[in-house]
């Protein structure tokens, strides 16, 4: 999907196209830390929830 885009803003304007090309891993590599950060936060919250869901687990069986 993202290639398709880009062929369509090339044709529609080409420069700003480019330009993208070259600073698109430039904003992935700036954009990682936050993903790390955010898979890290959902495993927290994962764990939290499975705790306080194990009692009942437990007394489900």
Do not use: N, S, T
Request: some cysteine.
């Amino acid at each position: 999907m993202k290639i398709l885009l880009w062929f369509i803003l090339l044709v529609l304007c080409w420069p700003l196209a480019i330009a993208l090309l070259f600073l698109y891993p430039i904003i992935w590599l700036f954009l990682l830390p936050f993903r790390l950060v955010g898979f890290a936060v959902e495993g927290v919250f994962r764990f939290i929830g499975a705790l306080f869901l194990l009692p009942a687990r437990i007394l489900g069986r």
